[in-house]
């Protein structure tokens, strides 16, 4: 096998040295490989006897002429511009055409050799007969196989990493940018789910496909986890514009994502992906840190939702690294007893009278006081704490309960939230029965709330869950409705009891003809269905008075209470604290 640094002194194709022809006699001769060597419009000036056994090529028929005229696969050109203009070196694997027809797979190597001017005067092309090209385009098989994907084809991360630190090595040395592109497919789990992994799979395979074929030959696209995908952009000589040039691609890519795949047995799908991106040497040179970078810009692309990309900035790491100061901290907060329980009233409007809560949980840290759950559950979401926390809050509300019968105050419903993670890794509907059973409260008393997103996440499963908890007696209700996909006729598959309007659609109901419009449809609605209506966030008379002439049937907000300590809401049920009852019949 020919090693490019053995052709580092060679300065002309056919030269003037009888040491220099000498040198390339003997190791086209000596290489089990096929050679070629090209100078730089393409026409070939040599090639060897294992080329001619590789092709099915003659040495007459090559010699002397361009190489399009024998092999005019596009790719093939593309990758000999590259290293002629870029690179000046090139590895991978191809398909190419053969003399008696036909195509065989071959692991390629180009090397531009330059004499002292640095004017490129000759092209070296090595082949060797590749055993098996994947779906994908594989880098040369001198890599072993666990190199490689055995799904789709792809370099794995080991390799990926290998090839990111080339290539910042030679985008230093040539003054180019280099683009690294963390891709992570939005809900991939459902299609595994509702269509099985071998579908699953197979969709995979066409991810892998159109991500290859949306890339130059010279960019590097691998499979780095089970739905997540690693992109390298090598060689952008416009380091100004690096960052337009990413952005190009990268809603290429969305547009190629967009596109529906076709499943066996008539299924069709469409994916979205959210994207992390950083730039070298814009956001640094250590190959290592460029992958934390991409990592961390990939976490704020999947807060932001569904199918979008983000930049990372030197901001995300101080904000990364506050995140993982919270997560640690967070890790023993149940454990130590930082957690705490506040009750938000919910109040009948017609007679004033509380007959509900929501229970939200508060995190009372040592050193920071009370943190906002606005701060700690998305950490405690992204992570999996959340279901420790969920458990938790499930039994310390059906304790508090038990405890306000036993003093003999007047029982009344508590909220209390669900996380669609909940449903998807605990047995929820053990855990109710373990805390009902500890507590001995009854079933009625306890509502459950899930968020209308998260019940669209997978509606198969979610229906049986919670039809199995109404079968218990507890109360189940839709949170937050108005924010999501879903629809009053697709709720009617649930066993809801209670529909609670979103505060999105109070804040400008005074003034807003929409809003109230699209309120009272909602109430009146879910009032077919046999739902209870709760209004959340309502602050004023004004948003009071509408509420109770669209029918709406309870209320929670600043109006009548802030969430309150277990304490203050005690003595709030000991004293019977109302609102007005209302004046209509």
Known sequence: MINPTDLKNVREPVGNSRQEARLLKILLENSQDGVLLMDRRGIIIRANDAFALMTGFALREVVGRHVRRFWSDRVLLTVVNDALWHRGYWMGTLNLPLKRGGTAAFSVKVLAV????????????????????????????????????????????????????????????????????????????????????????????????????????????????????????????????????????????????????????????????????????????DPQQLLKNSATALSHAKRKGRNNYQFFSQEMTETARRRFAMENSLRYAVERSELVLYYQPQVDLKSGRVVGAEAL???????????????????????????????????????????????????????????????????????????????????????????????????????????RISALGVKLSIDDFGTGYSSLSQLRHFPFKTLKIDRSFVRSIENNAGDAAIVSAIIAMAHSLDQTVVVEGLETDAQLDIMRRLHCNEMQGYLFSAPTCVEEFTEMLRRGTSLPASEEP
């Open 361 to 467: 949980v508060r995190w009372n840290h040592p050193e920071r006081g009370l943190v906002s759950p606005l701060e700690f559950i998305p950490v405690a979401e992204e992570t999996g704490l959340i279901l420790p926390i969920g458990e938790w809050v499930l039994r310390t509300a059906c304790r508090q309960l038990a405890t306000w019968k036993a003093m003999g105050l007047p029982m009344i419903r508590v909220g209390v939230n669900l996380s669609a993670l909940q449903f998807q890794r605990q047995d929820l509907v053990k855990i109710v029965e373990s805390c009902l059973e500890e507590t001995g409260i009854d079933p009625k008393y306890l509502d459950l709330e899930i968020t209308e997103s998260a019940i669209m996440e997978d509606v198969q499963k979610t229906v049986a869950v919670l039809n």
């Open 114 to 285: 330059l004499p002292d001017t640095g004017a490129v005067r000759m092209l070296v092309v090595q082949l060797a007969k590749a055993e098996r090209l994947p779906t994908v385009m594989r880098e040369a098989d001198h890599e072993p196989d666990s190199a490689w994907d055995p799904l789709t084809g792809l370099p794995t991360m080991a390799l990926f990493q290998d090839r990111l630190r080339q290539a910042v090595s030679q985008a230093q040395r040539r003054h180019y940018a280099v683009g690294l592109i963390f891709m992570d497919l939005d809900n991939f789990n459902l299609v595994n789910d509702s269509l099985g992994r071998e579908r699953g799979d197979l969709a995979l395979r066409e991810v892998a496909n159109r991500l290859a074929k949306c890339l130059r030959t010279s960019d590097i696209v691998a499979r780095i986890g089970a739905d997540e995908f690693a992109l390298l952009l090598v060689d952008i000589d416009d380091v100004t514009a690096a960052v337009r040039n990413v952005s190009v691609v990268a809603r290429k890519l969305y547009e190629l994502l967009d596109e529906p795949i076709r499943l066996p047995g008539g299924n069709e799908i469409r994916l979205s992906a959210a994207m992390g991106i950083t730039l070298s040497p814009q956001d640094g040179i």
